[in-house]
């Protein structure tokens, strides 16, 4: 089955001493989680501090973001190469803050996405819907265009390694979390749309996380549901204590 995957994803926090001074804390606190992946998503200037503290641990490294070329004249970008020779496993692509902010669409995620597997990382692909999109019944269409635009032209094997976060834009640090029940319907939704991409059995393999105001107190609910395989978390990441006890939801 589908083994529980947790990311914490720090956004734009944490100097190298910060990073490296909470994830010393984290390592005891999670040593004994066996039965699930544990990944941080530190700022890029982190990944090879943390990457240094973590080693030989469980948890693993992922970025928050990448460029789609491996190198050449792209000011300011970082390449899937140099992610993979700092440490990282993961990337995260396609958050709805760099969809919102840093003008990042479907093409460009799908380029990326692309990018990451070509090297043999894994993308972690974020899709969402806002508030609006949700009150006027648009929540399906919204999620089918991330979902079908980020895994454009995968093979069932890159697919299958692949792993999806819906996070609902109204419930990302608002501490507004969907229901267990909202997050489990667009789940299976997604599910569906990757059933239809390539096959059930293809399907059934790819975790999917939820993210939005996740925290130790809803953690053990959301993961309670069929097709929620994980949880992708925000704020409650920042803090070793909180990330570890959403780590160890089923303890
Ligand atoms: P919060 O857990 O702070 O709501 O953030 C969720 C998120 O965007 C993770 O990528």
């Given at each position: ?36 992946e ?38 300011g ?41 070509g ?32 895994i ?91 990330f ?8």
């Open positions: 089955m589908r083994t529980p995957i947790i990311a914490g994803n720090w956004k734009l926090n944490n100097t190298i001493s910060e990073a490296v001074s909470l994830t010393t804390a984290l390592k005891p606190l999670v040593a004994g989680c066996r039965d699930v544990i990944i941080v998503a530190p700022p890029f200037t982190a990944l090879a501090s943390v990457s240094s503290t973590i080693a030989g641990s469980n948890i693993r490294l992922a970025a928050q973001d990448v460029y789609s070329e491996d190198s050449g004249a792209f000011t970008e970082v390449s899937v190469p140099m992610l993979k020779d700092v440490g990282c496993g993961y990337v995260i692509i396609g958050h709805s803050e760099r969809r919102q902010y840093f003008g990042e669409t479907n093409e460009s995620v799908n380029q990326k996405v692309k990018a990451v597997l090297h043999g990382l894994k993308p972690i692909i974020c899709v969402g819907e806002q508030l609006e999109d949700r009150e006027s019944g648009q929540t399906e269409a919204v999620i089918e265009s991330h979902v079908t635009g980020g454009a032209g995968l093979s069932a094997t890159d697919l299958a390694s692949s792993v999806i976060a819906y996070e609902p834009i109204w419930a990302i640090g608002t501490g507004k979390t969907a229901t267990p029940e909202q997050a489990q319907e667009v789940h299976a939704f997604i599910r569906g749309l990757l059933a239809a991409a390539h096959s059930a059995e293809v399907a059934s393999q790819i975790r999917i996380q939820y993210g939005g105001s996740v925290k130790p107190e809803n953690a053990s609910a959301l993961m309670a549901q069929p097709d929620v395989d994980g949880a992708l978390v925000g704020g409650a990441s920042l803090e070793a204590e909180s570890a006890q959403i780590v160890k939801f089923d303890q």
